[in-house]
């Protein structure tokens, strides 16, 4: 798709791959400072490149903006999101013209500049271009959302990722709910993270004491399809 070809109101997945499928993200530092970009640059108000130095000299805590800040603008609304070490999907929606364009030119950039004076490496961390495909209606939102969570979420389970959580799902699910690189934990439980606005997701994802049962009955969908669907559809 078109980068100006973006429309405000509506809604798109996007997905950011690492250069040659490698991952970017090496120990908890690096997840941690992934999450934070995607709070702090998605606002218009943050120019230049000292905000991080402000964090530090303000001791700022997690998510914290110090008090000389002017008020947060975000550039779109993120929905829902999964970190991955060699790939990232998102969830959003263009709240005004531009925005998801400017994010996710800065997004990327700041992560291979924060990657190259880490670990002394050149080049940039990802892949030339980023993914995206227009949300087409109320049941493909829902859809990609539970992609997002529920089917790349469940993929980061320790005890063998999506096969594991297969198997011993209530297991898996206690793991999902406090994972802090997934938005999951903001629809199926009680964790509310600045870096998300729920949007219409509010309305059309079950609440937190059904949503258990909303993601089996994905899965077992899933696993029915036999390899039939196709996830991205990009155009």
Known sequence: MRRDNLAVGSYYHVVIRGAGGLPFFHDEDDWWLGLKLLYYLNDESLVGSTWRRDLVINKCALFERPAHWPPRQPRIK?????LHDNHIHLLVKEIKGGGLTAFMRRFPNSLSNCHRMKYRRSGSIFQAAYKLRRIADDGDLQNVALYIMVKNGLERYPNGGLKGAMSDLES??????????SSLPDY???????????????????????FLLEAREY?????????????????
């Not at 993120?78 to 999964?82: H, N």
């Not at 899965?219 to 155009?235: A, H, S, T, V, Y």
């Open 219 to 235: 899965l077992k969908w899933r696993d029915e399809q036999k390899g039939l669907i196709n996830d991205f559809l990009w155009e």
């Open 188 to 210: 199926a439980g009680r964790r509310n993270s600045p870096v998300i606005e729920r949007d219409l997701l509010r309305t059309i994802l079950p609440e937190p004491k059904k």
């Open 78 to 82: 993120i929905l829902a999101f999964c």
């Open 172 to 181: 898996a699910w206690i793991w999902a709910k406090q994972d802090p690189f």
